[in-house]
């Protein structure tokens, strides 16, 4: 198999046995896997154990089109990256799953920007039901900080 | 779901600390403290963040509270706060000098910070000792400070960014800084009040500015330095000595961006213009030139010398001006119309972008595209704009002259912006 594989490329498999074939430099923007080839403990094929087909291929999007855009215009790059993380939270959650256990350190600085994004500026109550899953308003005990800053969020 | 009661599962309490902590390093830091009520698992995350900043963020988002006030929520979240800030920004617009900022600042440097901002936006603040104690310190930037080290200072040895705005300190000072800090790579000095002389020796350093300056700048020891910003005061240059600032080019072997104003050209071109430097600038890729007077002739010699001399320049910018000239002698005017005439028997081989902004359609402005055109066989694109506060015509006359102007390179396209319409035309 490994002779119909061109120079610089590397199979990665999937959690759930998915194979998808990359170029090596797109492939080692993830630090984890840089550092299994660059040990030379990894055969042709990574498994990427945890991440599922569908993850991955989006992780491997991401990656491509960083790669592909050192060139182009910074500006560029940033619109396809928040392009790119908005998306449901399930997906982001699996994302960043897989960006900070894969060590992908630009997809995991962009993912982690746009959660900031959702939750900036946003009052407690609004954050603990859009993401924490709370249904009713928990009172929690009193915490100065929260009354010097958090006063407004009971307007 | 364990905690809490509601239907959707929690999604990023689940996260790793240092997933969360990077999502918090993204926030101001309002929104980030704030995490700390939200669920117990949220409680304790904040705390460690290693960057503190309190900016114009902060102040706007604390909704008109005096500047006592903000020192108190800051004071809290220090006392709350626990391990190392690596980054430490306080940047409070109306923010006074106070002696709370030296117990601030004590506190950060027994934190290992290695990022410290200041900037004092009334009165001149001094800086306290312990400032000049933090010897692990990667990025400086200081604003309305007075820097007055103690006698054992002996410089920041892991120093690499320093940038000094406003900032009361001594030429001799600020050169002895510099040399202290071997490890240099980034250098940002502005400046109302001038300087006498100001040695610049760093082994490192690959990036000036300097804006209303030194009238001398000697450069000791700077083989990396590759890019160079230097503005100059009017002011500051009727006082000193023009004769070395052509010299200093010798001491920049690799300078790659050299962006200079007119002030700064025409303290150059002080005394005796010569066709070209001492040094040919071999690495020169980008040259910016803003605020060139047209109408004087030792300027546009000057400029042209400096053309001259860079024969691999990838892109030329000149931003044009009117400046109150004094008498021109006639003689020199002609001979330099003359010899962009002539022409120069040299190509910019590399040259392939030409921006030239805010034109009156002088002779001496004309002159020059046309010997850029003429002389670039690479040229992909050219942008003309014209000051439509002179220019009366849109431009028509200039565009007309430029029309019959003939180009080496087949490739070159002339871009004519009208700044009225807001569109760039094809010519």
Same mark, same amino acid.
């Given at each position: 198999m490994s002779s119909s594989?061109?120079?610089?490329?590397?199979?990665?498999?999937?959690?759930?046995?998915?194979?998808?074939?990359?170029?090596?430099?797109?492939?080692?923007?993830?630090?984890?896997?840089?550092?299994?080839?660059e040990d030379e403990c990894a055969s042709n094929t990574i498994p990427v154990p945890n991440v599922d087909a569908n993850i991955l291929a989006m992780v491997i999007e991401f990656c491509k089109k960083h790669d592909e855009s050192e060139a182009e215009a910074a500006s560029d790059l940033k619109t396809f990256d928040s392009e790119f993380v908005n998306r449901g939270q399930e997906a982001l959650y699996d994302l960043i799953t897989a960006a900070n256990f894969r060590d992908v350190k630009e997809l995991l600085d962009a993912l982690c920007q746009n959660?900031?994004?959702?939750?900036?500026?946003?009052?407690? %109550? %609004?954050?603990?039901?859009?993401?924490?899953?709370?249904?009713?308003?928990?009172?929690?005990?009193?915490?100065f900080i929260w009354n010097i800053w958090c006063d407004r969020d009971f307007d | 779901m364990k905690d809490g009661c509601g239907i959707t599962s929690d999604i990023i309490s689940h996260l790793p600390d240092n997933v /969360?902590?990077?999502?918090?390093?993204? #926030?101001?830091?309002q929104d980030a403290v704030r995490t700390s009520v939200l669920s117990r698992k949220w409680r304790y995350i904040w705390v460690?963040?290693?960057? #503190?900043?309190?900016?114009y963020t902060f102040y706007k988002k604390s909704f008109r509270k005096t500047n006592n006030e903000l020192l108190m929520i800051i004071y809290q979240v220090l006392l709350l706060?626990?391990?190392? !800030?690596?980054?430490?920004?306080?940047?409070?617009?109306?923010?006074e000098s106070c002696s709370e900022i030296d117990q601030l600042i004590y506190f950060a440097s027994k934190n290992g910070t290695q990022e410290f901002t200041l900037r004092i936006w009334t009165g001149t603040y001094k800086l306290p000792s312990s400032l000049f104690s933090c010897l692990?310190?990667?990025?400086?930037?200081?604003?309305?400070?007075?820097? /007055?080290?103690?006698?054992?200072?002996?410089?920041?040895?892991r120093l690499l960014s320093l940038e #000094?705005?406003?900032?009361? !300190?001594?030429?001799d000072m600020l050169s002895s800084l510099i040399s202290s800090c071997p490890l240099l790579e980034h250098l940002t000095v502005e400046s109302s009040t001038s300087f006498e002389h100001l040695e610049v020796a760093a082994p490192n350093l690959r990036f000036l500015r300097c804006k209303g300056l030194s009238s001398s700048i000697c450069f000791k020891n700077t083989p990396q330095l590759a890019r160079v910003s230097i503005y100059l005061n009017k002011e500051v240059l009727m006082e000193g000595e023009s004769s070395n600032l052509v010299m200093f080019f010798g001491s920049l072997p690799v300078v790659e961006f050299l962006e200079l104003n007119g002030y700064y050209v025409m303290g150059m071109a002080a005394g005796k213009v010569p066709k070209t430097l001492p040094t040919t600038l071999s690495h020169l890729k980008i040259l910016e030139l803003n605020d060139i007077c047209f109408g004087e002739p030792n300027e546009v010699s000057m400029v042209l010398c400096l053309i001259r001399s860079s024969p691999n320049l990838a892109k030329i910018k000149i931003e044009a001006c009117t400046r109150e000239t004094t008498a021109i002698d006639p003689v020199l005017e002609l001979s330099v119309l003359l010899e962009m005439e002539d022409g120069w028997g040299v190509y910019l081989n590399q040259l392939r972008e030409v921006e030239m902004r805010y034109l009156s359609g002088i002779r001496s402005e004309l002159e020059l595209i046309k010997l850029l055109l003429v002389n670039s066989p690479m040229l992909e694109r050219m942008l003309i704009e014209p000051n439509s506060e002179v220019v009366l015509d849109k431009g028509f006359r200039i565009l007309k002259k430029l029309t019959r102007f003939q180009r080496l390179s087949p490739e070159a396209q002339i871009t004519y912006y009208d700044p009225d319409e807001d569109s760039e035309d094809e010519v």
């Open positions: 594989l061109e120079k610089n490329m590397l199979i990665l498999r999937s959690s759930d046995g998915e194979e998808f074939i990359v170029p090596e430099v797109v492939a080692v923007m993830s630090k984890a896997i840089k550092n299994m080839v959660v900031a994004e959702m939750i900036k500026g946003k009052s407690v %109550h %609004h954050i603990r039901i859009q993401f924490l899953g709370y249904q009713l308003f928990e009172i929690l005990t009193s915490n | /969360k902590e990077t999502i918090l390093m993204c #926030l101001p830091i460690k963040l290693p960057q #503190l900043v309190f900016d706060h626990h391990g190392p !800030i690596l980054k430490f920004t306080l940047s409070l617009p109306k923010l692990q310190l990667k990025h400086l930037n200081l604003h309305s400070c007075m820097f /007055k080290p103690p006698p054992e200072f002996k410089g920041f040895s #000094l705005r406003e900032v009361v !300190i001594t030429a």
